[in-house]
C-alpha cells in the first residue's frame, strides 16, 4: 500500500487505515506525509475472510485548521485499487506482492521453526532434505588385556556418524490472538545413521571376552585371559524423529537492511518432542575356535518433551521475487525418559558342555527419567521465485544436555553394565522447497 500527496509546505496529513474484522475487533495503521515527506509504504494485509470492512480515515491539517473525513471500502474490494482522497491525496493498494511465499523457509518447525511466516492468508508445505553428523555417548568392546588389573577395549564407536537429515513443515494462518500470533506450525523431522566398526586382537595377545555383568552361576566376570586372539565388530544404528508445534509470527523491525527488502523479527512457542533409538550390536569371535563367541545387544529407547522457545531474524524480499536469508534459535527445557535392555549371549565350546561358561545367556532392563535443555540454532540463505515458490538452503545445530547411554564393560572392574548420562548433538544441512497455497 503506497500513499502520495501533493501538499503545499504548510499541509499534512494523517492517513489512518482501520481494518474491523467481523467479530468487531480493529486494528489501525496510520501514515503521516507532508510536503518534505510526499509518499510513504506501508505493508497491512486484509483478509477478506476474516475482515468485513477497511475504514479510511483522512485527518487533513493546513493553516491551523484539521479536516477528518471518513470512507469505508469492503476487504473484498480493497486490494489493487487506485483511490483518489482528495486534498491531493492518493492512495494505491496491491495484491500483496511483497509478502513472502507461504511459510517459513527453515526446516525444523521450532528448530523446528524460525523464518519468516505465512501471510494470514496462504498457507504452505515444506519439503527438505539433507545430511547430517551426529555425536552419540561412544560405546566400546572387546577386552585387551595389557597387564595384571590393566584392560582395555578392542573397539570403540565412532564419535561422530555421518546420515540423512529429512522433514516436513506445514504453516496455517491463524487469528492474532495471544502477543499477535498470525500462524500456527506444525514440524516434523528425521535423522537416521549406520556405522559399523572393527578392531582386532592378533593371536599371541593377551585379551578376554568379558561378561556385560558376572555370571550368576559360577561368579565368572568373563573368559580369557586367552591367546587365542579374538575379532569384534561393533554396528551402530540409530533413529531421531523430531515434532515440534504451536503458533508463530513475526514482527518489522522498521529497518530495510538493504534497498527492495524488509528485515522482521521472528517469535514461536510451543511443543518440541524427540523420539530417539539407537541400537548396538557388538559380535566377538576368536580366531581360533570357531566355537568360541559373543553377542551383545543393546537397545536405547528415549522420549524428550518440552515446551519451545524461538526467537529469530530474517530479511525478506519487497518484490514478488528476490534473495531472503535469516539466523533463528531455539531453547527447550524438559524431561528426558529413557527405558534401556542389554542382552549378551556367550559360548565357550573349549570350556566343554558341563561347564557354566559353555552356553549362557545374561540380559537385564534399564530406565531412567532426568531433566534435559535441548537448544538449537539455524541459517539460512534462498531465493523466492514467485510469491507461492521458494527455494533455500540451511544449516542448523542441535544440543541435548543428556543423553543416557549403556557403559558396556570392558574389564571386570567396570561390572555390571549401567546406565550412564551423557550428551549428543547434531549438525544438519538441508535443501528445502517451499509451496504457498490457499487454504
Same mark, same amino acid.
Given at each position: ?37 510526499? &509518499? ?71 528448530? $523446528? ?6 501471510? +494470514? ?5 515444506? /519439503? ?9 555417548? /561412544? ?21 561422530? =556418524? ?53 555370571? +550368576?552361576? &559360577? ?20 533413529? =531421531? ?21 524488509? &528485515? ?17 550390536? =557388538? ?8 566355537? @568360541? ?17 524461538? @526467537? ?19 531453547? *527447550? ?22 561347564? $557354566? ?11 531412567? &527419567? ?24 540451511? *544449516? ?32 544438519? *544441512? ?10
Amino acid at each position: 500500500m503506497t500513499a502520495s500527496n501533493n501538499l503545499s509546505e504548510t499541509a499534512s496529513a494523517t492517513i489512518k487505515i482501520e481494518q474491523v474484522s467481523k467479530v468487531g475487533k480493529k486494528k489501525t495503521t496510520r501514515i503521516h506525509l507532508s510536503k518534505s515527506r510526499p &509518499s510513504q509504504r506501508k505493508t497491512v494485509t486484509i483478509d477478506d475472510r476474516k475482515d468485513s470492512e477497511v475504514r479510511i480515515v483522512v485527518i487533513w491539517q493546513r493553516a491551523g485548521e484539521t479536516t477528518e473525513e471518513t470512507r469505508i471500502v469492503p476487504a473484498a474490494d480493497f486490494a489493487n485499487r487506485t483511490l483518489d482522497l482528495g486534498h491531493g491525496l492518493t492512495l494505491r493498494t496491491a495484491s500483496g506482492p511483497g509478502e513472502p511465499a507461504g511459510g517459513p523457509p527453515d526446516g525444523t518447525g521450532f528448530l $523446528p521453526p524460525f523464518g519468516p511466516t505465512s501471510p +494470514p492468508n496462504a498457507s504452505s508445505i515444506q /519439503v527438505s532434505i539433507g545430511g547430517s553428523l551426529t555425536h552419540i555417548p /561412544v560405546v566400546s568392546g572387546g577386552t585387551r588385556v595389557l597387564g595384571p588389573g590393566f584392560e582395555t577395549s578392542i573397539v570403540d564407536g565412532s564419535h561422530r =556418524i555421518p546420515g540423512v537429515s529429512a522433514g516436513v513443515d506445514v504453516v496455517v494462518p491463524v487469528d492474532r490472538i495471544f502477543f499477535a500470533f498470525d500462524h500456527f506450525r506444525a514440524s516434523l523431522g528425521f535423522n537416521g545413521f549406520d556405522d559399523s566398526v572393527s578392531g582386532t586382537a592378533p593371536i599371541g595377545t593377551s585379551s578376554a571376552f568379558t561378561y556385560i555383568f558376572p555370571n +550368576p552361576v &559360577s561368579g565368572s566376570t568373563g573368559i580369557g585371559p586367552t591367546v587365542t586372539g579374538q575379532t569384534v565388530t561393533l554396528d551402530t544404528r540409530g533413529t =531421531i524423529w523430531d515434532f515440534a508445534f504451536g503458533p508463530a509470527a513475526r514482527i518489522p523491525t522498521g529497518r530495510n537492511v538493504s534497498e527492495g527488502s524488509r &528485515s522482521f523479527w521472528t517469535y514461536g512457542i510451543g511443543v518440541r518432542y524427540r523420539n530417539s533409538n539407537v541400537t548396538h550390536h =557388538i559380535r566377538q569371535e576368536s580366531l581360533t575356535f570357531v566355537d @568360541l563367541n559373543s553377542t551383545i545387544d543393546l537397545d536405547i529407547r528415549s522420549h524428550f518433551i518440552a515446551p519451545d522457545f524461538a @526467537l529469530g531474524f530474517e530479511v525478506a524480499p519487497s518484490a514478488p521475487s528476490g534473495a531472503f536469508a535469516g539466523i533463528s534459535a531455539f531453547v *527447550a527445557p524438559g524431561v528426558l525418559i529413557t527405558d534401556a535392555s542389554a542382552s549378551q549371549i556367550s559360548r565357550c565350546g573349549p570350556c566343554g558342555a558341563a561347564s $557354566p561358561e559353555f552356553a549362557l545367556v545374561l540380559d537385564r532392563n534399564f530406565d531412567n &527419567s532426568t531433566f534435559a535443555i535441548m537448544t538449537g540454532v539455524k541459517g539460512f540463505v534462498g531465493y523466492q521465485i514467485n510469491p507461492a515458490i521458494r527455494l533455500l538452503v540451511d *544449516a542448523s545445530y542441535q544440543y541435548l544436555s543428556h543423553v543416557s547411554t549403556l557403559a558396556v564393560p570392558t574389564s571386570p572392574l567396570r561390572q555390571p553394565i549401567t546406565l550412564v548420562n551423557s550428551y549428543s548433538d547434531m549438525f544438519s *544441512a538441508r535443501g528445502s522447497l517451499v509451496v504457498a497455497f490457499k487454504p
